[in-house]
């Protein structure tokens, strides 16, 4: 016959209590989702919130390079900064609410963005020469989909 002993139990309870805080507190992952009209998915990527990525493109104007910083939060994604050289047709020149600008290293650097943009819509462009930026190295957004067509950007919670 076992016998209680009470460290035992103490013990149990301290794993339990530690392993239901670290689910609690365990961050959810989710995957980046980059679809073509018809709805076929080009691109998966396992993300966890508050990382992100960028798009790069040459302004078609400007023709000067232009990165784009999204962030992901609450499930969504969100732009937080724009990097880019010259003032050109429709990329800001002034700043609103909590938004920074400065330059540095001859960019012009807008933070504080912080605007939900999901689902994301962007038409691959033809002399844009989009890019994708994550982590690990940079995909053509050519090679996801014909110059001209849209990729559709959003966040899927995954499923374990």
Do not use: C, W
């Not at 689910?23 to 990527?45: M, Q, W």
């Not at 784009?68 to 800001?92: K, M």
Request: net charge negative; proline share 5%.
């Amino acid at each position: 016959m076992l016998k209680y002993n009470g460290a035992i139990g103490v013990i149990l309870a301290v794993n339990l209590l530690l392993f239901y805080a670290a689910l609690a507190f365990a961050e959810e992952s989710v995957i980046l989702s980059v679809s073509v009209p018809d709805g076929s998915e080009v691109l998966e990527r396992p993300m966890k919130p508050g990382e992100g990525f960028a798009i790069r493109y040459t302004h078609s104007v400007a023709l000067s390079p232009v990165t784009d910083y999204f962030v992901i939060e609450n499930g969504d994604i969100y732009i937080d900064a724009t990097v880019y050289e010259d003032f050109g047709a429709g990329l800001p020149h002034e700043t609103f609410g909590d938004q920074k600008m400065k330059t540095e290293d001859g960019r012009i650097v807008l933070t504080g963005l912080k605007r939900k943009v999901s689902p994301l819509d962007l038409r691959v462009g033809r002399i844009a020469n989009h890019t994708l930026i994550l982590d690990d190295g940079e995909i053509p957004l050519k090679k996801l989909a014909k110059p001209g067509q849209t990729l559709t950007f959003k966040i899927i919670k995954k499923q374990d």
